[in-house]
């Protein structure tokens, strides 16, 4: 079914490692050119058109309008314009951040509004974004409810080219509603970076995924919003699919390092250097974890304790010390493998000085009296043989139950399947009832109100909700 151990001492190569220098967490993406025949105009920003000309362009925004409505549009914009001409700036957009209206959230505006003045003032809101005369951050969009922004931007811009990813979000959701909210992650990136849809890049698509979560939001449509833009011509060069985005594959040697801050930069150079010898010989899953002893555990612990040690030759007291708190890990539990991390360090000594006789003019500045002894590292067999020992006492404990293991997922993920499909079938507010339970599917009326995704609750005897849950994660995560 398809769903969605010795450290042996090496000698040194003849030639100087390659040491690649970091990289950034995204790789460089070049933005696309537009598709020819995409049937839509680059974005005109109107940051620094006159009020006189927003003004005029906000009756064209409505569709087929009455002359009350039109009037009502173009009085909405005006009092945003004349509220936002209060502050300084050569633009909207620096008039709109001097207002301090994207620290204030949901209570952007002037102070003391009432409802109904409010409410005109976020109709305002909306034309002035669909004109593309203010940029808001993330944070503000998220907080803000802004019915129907989303449509009448999408109608005014590029209406073509949304109409398409519209289209390829349908085939590839399933469902109108995730569709809806991916074609609204897209809409949202569009209006806070102002580039057309075509030339929003991975970079784009990693901003607003961090202001999401930032928010304490989830980022469930984003893997959809992805694949649609890939589907009509965006993100070119980039990953089939947003989780292969995220993954960075195999890291340096210089990359590793580099994960942990090391004070002292010719330090870094030599761990460098090492690692980069030592990756010939090892696996990849063994070189990441002996760079984690040697910086995360090792160099860096020593730094943090002894502020400015920039020698590998180190004194009896600093070894001792540090070799004490090895031992125990940060919550005062015994660490299990404080001998590999040992012998690590020790290989890690014995190996520059075997390299200094070798290579001299590049490592005999860094060979050093190793700190740990043979005593030191006299119980790593044991340590090994214990904790093998466990692993098998583990395996011992838990066969019985897998069985019952694999029993309790299966029934999860029936039921999960059976909700899902009833939550599909049933209109908002409706309920339902799956294996004697009763649900009721949340939201309103497509008309009234934007679902984000299949959420239901379940209903006690007295027919209160629980706490909701959303149903396509559930099936997901079951499966």
Same mark, same amino acid.
């Given at each position: 079914?398809?769903?969605h151990?010795?450290?042996?001492?090496?000698?040194?190569? &003849?030639?100087?490692?390659?040491?690649?220098?970091?990289?950034?967490?995204?790789?460089?993406?070049?933005?696309?050119?537009?598709?020819?025949?995409? +049937?839509?105009?680059?974005?005109?920003?109107?940051?620094g058109?006159?009020?006189?000309?927003?003004? +005029?362009?906000?009756?064209?925004?409505?569709?087929?309008?009455?002359?009350?409505?039109?009037?009502?549009?173009?009085? @909405?914009?005006?009092?945003?314009?004349?509220?936002?001409?209060?502050?300084?700036?050569?633009?909207?957009?620096?008039?709109?951040?001097?207002?301090g209206?994207?620290?204030?959230?949901?209570?952007?505006?002037?102070?003391?509004?009432?409802?109904?003045?409010?409410?005109?003032?976020?109709?305002?809101?909306?034309?002035?974004?669909?004109?593309?005369?203010?940029?808001?951050?993330?944070?503000?969009?998220?907080a803000? #409810?802004?019915?129907?922004?989303?449509?009448?931007?999408?109608r005014?811009?590029?209406?073509?080219?949304?109409?398409?990813?519209?289209?390829?979000?349908?085939?590839?959701?399933?469902?109108?509603?995730?569709?809806?909210?991916?074609?609204?992650? &897209?809409?949202?990136?569009?209006?806070?970076?102002?580039?057309?849809?075509?030339?929003?890049d991975? @970079?784009?698509?990693?901003?607003?995924?961090?202001?999401? #979560?930032?928010? +304490?939001?989830?980022?469930?449509?984003?893997?959809?919003?992805?694949?649609g833009?890939?589907?009509?011509?965006?993100l070119?060069?980039?990953?089939?699919?947003?989780?292969?985005?995220?993954?960075?594959?195999?890291?340096?040697?210089?990359?590793?390092?580099?994960?942990?801050?090391?004070?002292? %930069?010719?330090?870094?150079?030599?761990?460098?250097?090492?690692?980069?010898? %030592?990756?010939?010989?090892?696996?990849?899953?063994?070189?990441?974890?002996?760079?984690?002893?040697?910086?995360?555990?090792?160099?860096?612990?020593?730094?943090?304790?002894?502020?400015?040690?920039?020698?590998?030759?180190?004194?009896?007291?600093?070894?001792?010390?540090?070799?004490?708190?090895?031992?125990?890990?940060?919550?005062?539990?015994?660490r299990?493998?404080?001998?590999?991390?040992?012998?690590? &360090?020790?290989?890690?000594?014995?190996?520059?000085?075997?390299?200094?006789?070798?290579?001299?003019? #590049?490592?005999?500045?860094?060979?050093?009296?190793?700190?740990?002894?043979?005593v030191?590292?006299?119980?790593?067999?044991?340590?090994? #043989?214990?904790?093998?020992?466990?692993?098998?006492?583990r395996?011992?404990?838990?066969?019985?139950?897998?069985?019952?293991?694999?029993?309790?997922?299966?029934? %999860?993920? %029936?039921?999960?399947?059976?909700?899902?499909?009833?939550?599909?079938?049933?209109?908002?507010?409706?309920?339902?009832t799956v294996?004697?339970?009763?649900?009721?599917?949340?939201?309103?009326d497509?008309r009234?109100?934007?679902?984000?995704?299949?959420?239901?609750?379940?209903?006690?005897?007295?027919g209160?909700?629980?706490?909701?849950?959303?149903?396509?994660?559930?099936?997901?995560?079951?499966?």
């Open positions: 079914m398809t769903r151990g010795r450290i042996a001492r090496t000698s040194t190569s &003849v030639g100087h490692p390659a040491v690649p220098g970091s990289s950034p967490l995204l790789p460089p993406s070049t933005p696309p050119a537009p598709a020819p025949g995409h +049937g839509d105009a680059p974005l005109p920003s109107r940051a058109a006159s009020r006189a000309e927003l003004v +005029g362009l906000v009756g064209g925004l409505l569709v087929a309008p009455t002359v009350a409505q039109h009037n009502r549009q173009q009085a @909405a914009a005006g009092l945003v314009l004349d509220w936002l001409e209060a502050f300084p700036g050569g633009d909207w957009q620096d008039r709109w951040i001097l207002s209206s994207e620290e204030a959230g949901s209570g952007w505006g002037p102070s003391g509004l009432s409802p109904g003045r409010r409410a005109r003032f976020t109709a305002g809101m909306c034309a002035l974004l669909a004109l593309r005369a203010v940029r808001p951050s993330y944070r503000w969009l998220f803000s #409810r802004l019915l129907g922004a989303y449509d009448t931007y999408r005014h811009n590029q209406a073509a080219m949304f109409g398409r990813l519209h289209r390829q979000l349908a085939e590839r959701g399933g469902c109108e509603e995730y569709a809806g909210d991916a074609l609204n992650v &897209v809409t949202r990136m569009v209006i806070v970076t102002g580039k057309d849809l075509l030339d929003l991975l @970079a784009d698509i990693a901003d607003y995924a961090q202001a999401r #979560r930032a928010g +304490g939001r989830p980022v469930a449509s984003l893997p959809l919003a992805y694949q833009l890939r589907a009509v011509g965006a070119t060069g980039a990953p089939a699919t947003l989780a292969q985005s995220r993954c960075l594959g195999r890291l340096t040697p210089a990359e590793l390092v580099d994960r942990h801050p090391v004070a002292d %930069r010719a330090v870094r150079d030599v761990l460098v250097h090492y690692l980069t010898e %030592r990756a010939a010989v090892l696996d990849y899953g063994s070189l990441v974890n002996q760079a984690h002893m040697l910086v995360a555990l090792f160099w860096t612990d020593l730094e943090r304790h002894h502020p400015g040690i920039s020698s590998l030759n180190l004194p009896d007291d600093v070894a001792q010390a540090w070799k004490q708190r090895i031992h125990v890990l940060h919550d005062g539990r015994p299990l493998n404080c001998h590999a991390v040992l012998l690590a &360090v020790r290989c890690f000594y014995l190996d520059l000085q075997q390299w200094s006789l070798d290579d001299p003019a #590049r490592w005999a500045r860094w060979a050093a009296p190793c700190p740990i002894r043979e030191d590292v006299r119980g790593y067999t044991k340590e090994a #043989r214990l904790r093998q020992a466990r692993m098998q006492q395996t011992r404990t838990l066969a019985p139950v897998l069985p019952q293991l694999v029993a309790a997922a299966e029934e %999860r993920a %029936r039921l999960s399947r059976l909700v899902l499909q009833a939550t599909r079938a049933a209109a908002p507010g409706e309920q339902f294996e004697e339970i009763r649900y009721r599917r949340t939201g309103r497509h009234h109100w934007r679902p984000t995704a299949l959420f239901v609750a379940t209903l006690d005897d007295h209160d909700p629980g706490p909701r849950f959303d149903a396509e994660r559930e099936e997901d995560n079951a499966f």
